[in-house]
């Protein structure tokens, strides 16, 4: 019976929708509804898509920097490598490979410039491990010459102090003694050495600005370590599977160390992202909210219209059920249409942006890592925004459906 009741509604409802109304201005009016219903939909998987190859791109350029996990001491700053389960890590099939890693703040002196800036001391073969090669822009992915030592830094920190690597100066980097301070004479109260700076990286990320690479021996020396180190890295053999191994990691750690992964590793950033994503969402959900709520009117005037023949349904035994669901479908195929001709305007532009980066960033001359709007379809964004469209429809459609023995003469 019910089934034959929403299958009448849903034939009585469609011909009211469809059919010529006796004043033209509910037809206006519905097709205003619809209207606004497409474009905030539109708008909604636009806004969304954009945000999601915002997120893409963020996640790719600190992907290409990050290591895959990070492992740091549960407690103090340092641990020794001669406690540390090294060769179990290495014996683990998922693993490709482990770095040592020796990080502080230093202070960097360059042809009379000064610059803080981060120093990471890791193994010759780091940079090539990791992929820090490719990011290179300028000079040599190396940290040891013949003649010493070698760093290869960051873009922004290399103008900062612009970094010149064809001429002679050496870096000069200062850092506190730890065993030791003589607070009579300050100028021997740091560590001193030189580095010779080799090639420049741009990652596109904060990292461009406050890290130099250079060898571990070096940093471990003007830092006053002998096998400590302050992190472990590790590069998987298919980063795509870290969830999996990460039990595997885990279990051969024990409980002293902290294990990060790439996106732990950035987590204020990506829940910040989150965030905003969630707040666009829920502003523009709002704009679609109002844009439905042209149907209470529609529906309020198409009820008063149809006023005859909702006497003569009530006159023929029909319930107050099966009306209440004849107005409820034509709202709800009203909201379907506009939403599902929004959604599908939303994936045409999408695409279009993708293949042919109609809206660019600036003028194409600036110093952006890509010169066009990143756009990243995801499919389950078109699923939230078509349950809001349903939800906002059957709340709008409810409302003049359940006051409408106000404006109909009530029969039973």
């Avoid at 700076?197 to 830092?223: C, H, N, Q, W």
């Avoid at 293949?355 to 964004?381: A, C, M, R, T």
Wanted: glycine share 6%.
């Amino acid at each position: 019976m019910k089934s034959n009741s929403f299958q009448t509604a849903r034939f009585i409802g469609l011909r009211y929708l469809f059919s010529p109304k006796k004043h033209h201005a509910i037809n206006v009016i519905s097709i205003i509804s619809m209207i606004g219903i497409m474009v905030s939909s539109a708008a909604l998987i636009i806004v969304l898509s954009v945000f999601n190859g915002m997120e893409g791109l963020v996640r790719s350029s600190f992907n290409s920097f990050n290591p895959d996990y990070q492992i740091l001491p549960k407690e103090g700053k340092v641990f020794a490598t001669d406690t540390f389960p090294m060769v179990e890590l290495q014996k683990l099939g998922s693993v490709q490979d482990v770095f040592e890693v020796v990080s502080d703040m230093t202070l960097m002196t360059y042809n009379e410039k000064q610059l803080l800036v981060s120093v990471k001391g890791v193994s010759p073969d780091y940079l090539h491990g990791t992929g820090i090669d490719s990011l290179l822009i300028d000079g040599n992915a190396t940290l040891q010459y013949s003649e010493g030592p070698a760093a290869v830094m960051g873009a922004i920190a290399a103008g900062n102090i612009q970094l010149n690597l064809h001429r002679p100066e050496q870096l000069k980097v200062y850092y506190p003694k730890r065993l030791l301070k003589n607070l009579a004479d300050p100028s021997k109260a740091f560590n001193i050495d030189y580095v010779i700076p080799a090639g420049v990286f741009a990652s596109y990320t904060e990292y461009d600005e406050k890290y130099v690479f250079v060898p571990l021996d070096f940093a471990r020396s003007i830092m006053n370590y002998e096998n400590e180190v302050t992190s472990v890295e590790l590069k998987l053999k298919n980063p795509k599977e870290y969830i999996k191994i990460r039990a595997s990691i885990e279990k051969v750690l024990g409980e002293n160390y902290i294990l990060k992964d790439k996106y732990q590793q950035e987590e204020s950033l990506y829940k910040t992202m989150k965030s905003e994503k969630l707040m666009v969402f829920v502003i523009l959900a709002f704009i679609l909210v109002v844009a439905g709520f042209n149907m209470i009117g529609t529906l309020s005037m198409l009820i008063i219209e149809k006023k005859d023949d909702l006497s003569v349904l009530y006159a023929m035994g029909a319930r107050k059920s099966l009306v209440r669901e004849i107005f409820m479908v034509q709202g709800g195929f009203i909201s379907l249409l506009g939403g599902m001709a929004g959604l599908f305007i939303g994936l045409l532009v999408c695409f279009l942006q993708m293949k042919f980066h109609i809206v660019g960033l600036g003028d194409g001359s600036s110093g952006y890592l890509i010169n066009y709007y990143p756009v990243q379809i995801e499919w389950l964004d078109f699923a939230f925004v078509l349950l809001t469209i349903l939800i906002i429809s059957l709340i709008t459609s409810y409302i003049p459906v359940r006051y409408m023995k106000n404006i109909v003469v009530d029969k039973k």
